[in-house]
Structure formats: structure tokens, C-alpha cells
Nanobody, 114 residues
Framework: QVQLVESGGGLVQPGGSLRLSCVAS????????MNWYRQAPGKQRELVAG???????NYADSVKGRFTISRDNVKNTVYLQMNSLKPEDTAVYYC????????WGRGTLVTVSS
């Protein structure tokens, strides 16, 4: 019983930054592993970043050093700070939660112009 709502997407220039937010409601947020996925046109959905309740993070090789996932358990929110954005980062970004099941947000579009 989790609802996820993403926000923060938009149009940015290459080299720019965005911060995505995902607010979770309806359950106990702190027990969930939270992830950000993305899907670009014509490509498979891929895991961008993950954050376990114990604080373990992981990143796709393509975003290491540029993206940072964080979470605020008081606000029930997970963030994805995206810096040095590239056109290849253009995708719909989805918030994902996992604990005794999987939950997805609707997605937020990030467009990085060339």
C-alpha cells in the first residue's frame, strides 16, 4: 500500500542540473528500498540509482559521479540529484519502491537538449 509521486523533471541544457523528488505515502517508508529507474525512447528500462533502508547506494555506471540518490525518512521522500546532464540522460524517470512487493510512480520526463 504505497503511492509514489515524482516531480522535478523538465528541459535542461547539456551540463545542467535537476533534482528529482519522489514522495511516498500509504505505508512505512523507512523499510522500503527506493530506486530510480529511467527509460529512454527505444531503450530498455534501466536502474539508475538505488538506496536501501540501511543506507547502501548503487548507481549505474553511466551516471556514477554525476547523480546522487538520497532519502529523507521524515519527509518520506527520495531524491535524485542529477548534475552534468548529457543528452543521453533524456528519459522518463520512475520512482520505485520495494518491500513485500513493488510499487511504481507515474514517471517524470527529463529532456536534455543537444
Amino acid at each position: 500500500q504505497v503511492q509514489l509521486v515524482e516531480s522535478g523533471g523538465g528541459l535542461v541544457q547539456p551540463g545542467g542540473s535537476l533534482r528529482l523528488s519522489c514522495v511516498a505515502s500509504g505505508s512505512i517508508f523507512i523499510v522500503y528500498t527506493m530506486n530510480w529507474y529511467r527509460q529512454a525512447p527505444g531503450k530498455q528500462r534501466e536502474l539508475v540509482a538505488g538506496f536501501t533502508p540501511g543506507g547502501i547506494t548503487n548507481y549505474a555506471d553511466s551516471v556514477k559521479g554525476r547523480f546522487t540518490i538520497s532519502r529523507d525518512n521524515v519527509k518520506n521522500t527520495v531524491y535524485l540529484q542529477m548534475n552534468s546532464l548529457k543528452p543521453e540522460d533524456t528519459a522518463v524517470y520512475y520512482c520505485h519502491a520495494n518491500y513485500r512487493g513493488e510499487y511504481w510512480g507515474r514517471g517524470t520526463l527529463v529532456t536534455v537538449s543537444s
